[in-house]
């Protein structure tokens, strides 16, 4: 199994992070992704990717838009050059929370797919609340040849349709697929199943259930792709590898 979206050097596994990896990969997870959200945070993610034999992503979260230097294909030129960093991410527009000013959220997201369209590399998005602009957006700065996710994937069908066949995105499915009031995402998955799906924790946030309310940690993607099979009905080990083989395509994963 593969964890596409974590944050395992957050400070909540600050203290048993080498035993949270234990665990992973005593559960299975064989590559981890853990994903930066300013310039500051990417560079530990890369750090604890470095240390720990993990995959690291950098970019600006929305939510961190309003703070992003004035020149961010500078700032992310040292982290998506290292050999460990795979995506760069997460990126996106979040208008639920609004942290950041929208014409901020948009700006930083236009300029860093802008140096992904250069540099080459995988996107991995944050999308919540503004499908409109999200889309408008990427109409105008996406490519062929460019790849992503749409992390955390909570759209309906139709948006899922569009994320797939107009852009070849992957949806990126983690614990909320497994919560009671989940179901127009299952409904999604399923029409489009799971050819379009990658797997992910956002730990240590979201936990499927059962853990749900309690610290989300890479080894619990087994909930989710156990969730995954039931939804789509199909076994859970033809899951487990179709899933693993989008994210080998996505990202490569070779060891540097």
């Known amino acids: 199994m593969i964890d596409t979206h974590a944050h395992v050097h957050d400070a909540a596994f600050d203290g048993d992070r080498r035993a949270t990896l234990e665990r992973a990969a005593a559960a299975g997870i064989s590559e981890i992704v853990t994903v930066g959200e300013d310039i ?79 540099s080459k590399t995988p ?45 070849g995105l992957k949806l990126g499915i983690g614990g909320v697929l497994t919560f009671r009031g989940a179901q127009a995402i299952r409904d999604a998955v399923r029409t489009v199943g799971v050819e379009a799906c990658v797997l992910e924790t956002d730990c240590p946030y979201l936990a499927p259930v059962p853990h749900r309310g309690k610290r989300n940690e890479p080894a619990f993607v087994r909930e989710t792709a156990k969730a995954l099979s039931e939804v789509v009905q199909r076994p859970l080990e033809e899951v487990l590898a179709v899933t693993d083989a989008n994210a080998k395509a996505l990202f490569g994963f070779t060891k540097p």
């Open 123 to 167: 996107v991995i998005f944050h999308h919540r609340d503004a499908f409109e602009d999200f889309i408008r957006i990427l109409e105008e700065e996406w490519q062929p040849g460019m790849h992503g996710i749409v992390h955390c994937f909570t759209g309906n069908a139709s948006q899922a349709r569009t994320y797939i066949e107009v852009f």
């Open 40 to 118: 500051a945070d990417s560079h530990r993610a890369l750090a604890c990717a470095e240390e720990f034999g993990l995959w690291a992503a950098a970019g600006i979260h929305p939510h961190e838009a309003k703070d992003a230097p004035d020149d961010i294909e500078g700032g992310l030129a040292p982290l998506l050059a290292a050999p460990r960093t795979i995506a760069l991410g997460e990126i996106g527009l979040d208008y639920y929370y609004d942290h950041s000013p929208r014409e901020a959220q948009q700006r930083a997201l236009r300029q860093q797919l802008q140096v992904a369209r250069k």
